[in-house]
């Protein structure tokens, strides 16, 4: 049936694009726990990569290293943010403010 090998071909696609993107963001998560990047860094990448950009805020910055579930929502009640927010939907002005809460000012 060529209407059934078609719906097979776009699901196969579809999985593998999917699949890409979840390893994509779980290889950076990875960075981000083990602390080779910082909150800069973090928003710098996700400036540059939709992929990046269109993740929770939250489970990112919960790998922080010393950061911590409790903290990292503590930090975005604190900033008024919701902990469903996108990395994209963050204003630059509170970035700042977001990382002196989750890990100290910068000397």
Do not use: N
Not at 69 to 95: C, F, H, I, M, Y
């Amino acid at each position: 049936m060529p209407g059934l090998d078609d719906e097979r071909e776009r699901r196969t696609s579809v999985y593998a694009k999917v699949a890409a993107v979840r390893g994509e963001r779980d290889e950076f998560r990875s960075r981000v726990r083990e602390g080779s990047i910082d909150l800069v860094d973090i928003v710098a990448e996700a400036e540059q990569s939709d992929v990046l950009a269109t993740m929770k805020l939250l489970p990112l910055i919960e790998v922080i290293p010393d950061v911590g579930k409790v903290q990292s929502r503590r930090a975005l009640a604190a900033v008024g943010l919701e902990d469903t927010v996108l990395v994209q939907d963050v204003d630059p002005d509170l970035w700042p403010e977001l990382g002196v809460l989750l890990v100290g000012p910068r000397l």
